[in-house]
């Protein structure tokens, strides 16, 4: 019996987690170039269950086994990982010149525009909803820099700029730079650090995705498929919770009624 409200246990704390996954996804659906997560979650080993004790068998010939086995027990759950959904989301036009989206990329690579963050490290990330800050260079919603061939992209003094699917940078009919935009393999390791940006360890490469200007990605997730997922998460955490109550009620038995026999 204890053994099972451990069993319990760690599937309520599993469907915590899956909440607390599904619940961020919902909380993104309207970030640009979002990334839903996954939660993957992983069986503890199970165990064989035999029923000793029987009888010996009648006669001989029979093939009777001493301990007859009768199937598995499961142990528990616990989460795995948390797996990145890089499904591609809709593309959304909004003719802002500094609105930048990535299309058409090679199949099994995940491509991402390149930042630079104030203290200088590297990061990417797939929202493409740009400004221009006070020094004139082009930079995202936090205050990173987007990175160019030459470094940090500076379009300070333009007047009409153009990005074409290249992602070469005209200003006022003359290049100024190209973006970088760099593809990774699928089996890299990505890691969100919050900002909608990404810290990927894998060997980066060259993207040949194209650029549309004007367009940004919308988030991945699908609102009414995390409430239905959200939903199953509650009821699975219920029927934990009433399990642990089951075998609370069968303890409290026999500790008040058989210890007296």
Same mark, same amino acid.
């Given at each position: 019996?204890?053994?099972?409200?451990?069993?319990?246990?760690?599937?309520?704390?599993?469907?915590?987690?899956?909440?607390?996954?599904?619940? +961020?996804?919902?909380?993104?659906?309207?970030?640009?170039?979002?990334?839903? /997560?996954?939660?993957?979650?992983?069986?503890?080993?199970?165990?064989?269950?035999?029923?000793?004790?029987?009888?010996?068998?009648?006669?001989?010939?029979?093939?009777?086994?001493?301990?007859?086995?009768?199937?598995?027990?499961?142990?528990?759950?616990?989460?795995?990982?948390?797996?990145?959904?890089?499904?591609? %989301?809709?593309?959304?036009?909004?003719?802002?010149?500094?609105?930048?989206?990535?299309?058409?990329?090679?199949?099994?690579?995940?491509?991402?525009?390149? @930042?630079?963050?104030?203290?200088?490290?590297?990061?990417?990330?797939?929202?493409?909803?740009? *400004?221009? +800050?006070?020094?004139?260079?082009? @930079?995202?919603?936090? %205050?990173?820099?987007?990175? %160019?061939?030459?470094?940090?992209? +500076?379009? %300070?003094?333009? *007047?009409?700029?153009?990005?074409? *699917?290249?992602?070469?940078?005209?200003?006022?009919?003359?290049?100024?730079?190209?973006?970088?935009?760099?593809?990774?393999?699928? +089996?890299?390791?990505?890691?969100? #650090?919050?900002?909608?940006?990404?810290?990927?360890?894998?060997?980066?490469?060259?993207?040949?995705?194209?650029?549309?200007?004007?367009?940004?990605?919308?988030?991945?997730?699908?609102?009414?498929?995390?409430?239905?997922?959200?939903?199953?998460?509650?009821?699975?955490?219920?029927?934990?919770?009433?399990? #642990?109550?089951?075998? /609370?009620?069968?303890?409290?038995?026999?500790?008040?009624?058989?210890?007296?026999?």
């Amino acid at each position: 019996m204890i053994r099972g409200l451990y069993t319990c246990a760690s599937g309520m704390l599993s469907e915590m987690a899956r909440t607390d996954v599904i619940s +961020n996804n919902l909380a993104n659906v309207g970030t640009f170039g979002f990334k839903k /997560d996954r939660a993957v979650f992983r069986a503890f080993p199970e165990i064989n269950i035999h029923r000793f004790d029987d009888p010996g068998p009648a006669g001989t010939g029979f093939g009777r086994a001493a301990v007859p086995f009768i199937g598995v027990l499961g142990t528990g759950a616990s989460v795995d990982q948390i797996y990145v959904d890089f499904t591609r %989301g809709e593309l959304q036009t909004t003719s802002n010149p500094l609105d930048l989206a990535i299309k058409d990329e090679v199949p099994g690579e995940r491509s991402f525009f390149q @930042v630079q963050s104030p203290n200088g490290e590297i990061f990417y990330t797939r929202d493409g909803s740009f *400004t221009i +800050n006070e020094e004139g260079f082009l @930079v995202t919603k936090e %205050g990173h820099y987007v990175m %160019g061939e030459g470094g940090p992209i +500076n379009l %300070g003094g333009g *007047t009409k700029i153009v990005v074409n *699917t290249e992602g070469e940078i005209y200003m006022d009919g003359r290049i100024t730079d190209r973006l970088r935009v760099i593809a990774f393999a699928q +089996n890299a390791l990505f890691q969100k #650090i919050g900002d909608n940006l990404f810290r990927v360890q894998g060997q980066p490469s060259e993207s040949n995705a194209q650029i549309i200007q004007g367009a940004l990605e919308r988030s991945n997730v699908n609102a009414v498929s995390e409430m239905i997922n959200l939903i199953s998460a509650f009821r699975s955490y219920e029927a934990n919770q009433r399990m #642990i109550m089951a075998h /609370d009620e069968t303890l409290a038995k026999a500790v008040s009624e058989i210890a007296r026999i």
